[in-house]
């Protein structure tokens, strides 16, 4: 148990069931799935490798104004394998990285989604200083124990929108280097698409050719839905499936255990997307997604890839997303980060991504600045398949 004092701006959880439902009440974050103590409580249950905690940042009349997920793990370098190689080699070799061990690491942020789901500011608050704070905040959450100053060896902020880098530029004060990371992939759902056929016919003729031949090589696939009923039966096949795809990954900030899903389906109902895909009473696929508010973020994918190109099994699943996202009247399909190419095939295109990162030993963080300049997103042919 990592033991913090509370400060005069900032009150330290090391579990969800520890935040009184007043503060919820009072940051007003419940609206956002992602905020929720539902949501949070899932990744914390069925995730004993992390160490969870959570910074509620108050007022000088002790009323909440943000909050803030932390989690701490051990990220292993062997585990990078895009073009960040080349900053993990390095790094050993300068020792800005442990060879042996793996990195401990203090994430502020969502690990397993892409995008702005980890720190939540209340409205009518100065965005700037509550950065600011933050950043102090998680220095004395560190600072003050002991064992814990000792272990991390590096912290990183995640993931920041272009438009919110005018606000957290700010943790630059605090040593924290910027760098940009692969994009999300977008899709604006068109307001005149009532139906999945409407947004084919928004489609150039060689984009539609492509999305009917994936539906023709797709047909002998059948799509289930998962329930609360179901999933305990099906989670072994589907985590085989997972792992395929995480082992594939260039990045990862730590594997995801799909027992959540359990979880994640009994407390969000039908906000929480679940899919299995079939071939001859085998799973060989599955999606899973979330919706909030007016958005629908994908979240994990399993893929068998011996079958994947003659069934176009995750081709179908980006037009399933689509689909569901029409049904559903939602605005938005975040597509998440991976696989950019063919994302934008379907009509996605890209959200750069800011990540912060600091090491806790000066000399090495100003070496780390030097590697962070070169870290560039792997670049993709944007497509362009809607007619103008």
């Not at 090391?14 to 935040?19: F, L, V």
């Not at 439902?21 to 990744?43: R, V």
């Not at 929480?272 to 919706?291: C, P, Q, R």
Request: with cysteine.
């Amino acid at each position: 148990m990592i033991c913090c004092t509370n400060t005069n701006t900032a009150l330290f959880f090391s579990s969800i069931d520890e935040i009184p439902s007043q503060i919820w009440e009072a940051l007003g974050c419940t609206k956002n799935t992602y905020f929720h103590p539902d949501f949070l409580k899932a990744l914390e249950n069925n995730h004993t490798k992390i160490t969870f905690h959570y910074i509620v940042l108050v007022d000088n009349k002790n009323k909440p104004t943000a909050f803030a997920s932390i989690k701490i793990i051990d990220f292993y370098l062997k585990s990078i394998k895009n073009d960040l190689k080349f900053l993990r080699n390095i790094g050993r070799k300068l020792h800005v990285f442990p060879n042996k061990k793996p990195l401990k690491l203090l994430i502020c942020g969502n690990t397993f989604v892409s995008g702005e789901h980890g720190v939540f500011i209340k409205e009518n608050q100065d965005k700037k200083a509550i950065v600011k704070e933050l950043a102090e905040s998680i220095n004395h959450f560190v600072n003050s124990d002991k064992k814990l100053k000792k272990q991390i060896d590096a912290f990183l902020i995640k993931d920041f929108a272009n438009e919110s880098l005018f606000i957290t530029d700010e943790l630059k004060e605090f040593s924290y280097h910027p760098f940009s990371v692969e994009p999300n992939m977008m899709l604006q759902i068109d307001e005149n698409w009532l139906n999945f056929d409407a947004y084919l016919a928004s489609m150039k003729t060689k984009f539609r050719v492509k999305a009917r031949k994936a539906f023709k090589q797709s047909i002998n696939l059948q799509v289930e839905e998962v329930t609360t009923e179901n999933i305990e039966e099906q989670l072994a096949e589907m985590t085989t499936l997972y792992e395929k795809v995480a082992s594939n990954a260039g990045f990862n900030l730590g594997n995801f255990n799909l027992e959540t899903y359990t979880q994640l389906k009994e407390k969000l109902g039908e906000n929480y997307i679940l899919k299995t895909y079939w071939l001859e009473n085998k799973i060989v696929g599955f999606l899973s997604g979330v919706i909030n508010k007016t958005s629908l973020d994908a979240h994990f994918v399993g893929i068998d890839y011996r079958l994947n190109r003659e069934h176009a099994i995750y081709q179908r699943m980006l037009y399933d997303y689509i689909e569901i996202a029409i049904n559903k009247k939602l605005k938005i399909v975040n597509f998440g980060r991976t696989a950019s190419e063919i994302k934008s095939s379907v009509g996605a295109v890209p959200q750069d991504l800011t990540m912060y990162l600091r090491h806790k030993k000066t000399i090495k963080n100003k070496i780390l600045k030097l590697f962070l300049q070169r870290v560039q997103p792997t670049p993709f042919q944007q497509k362009f398949p809607f007619k103008k």
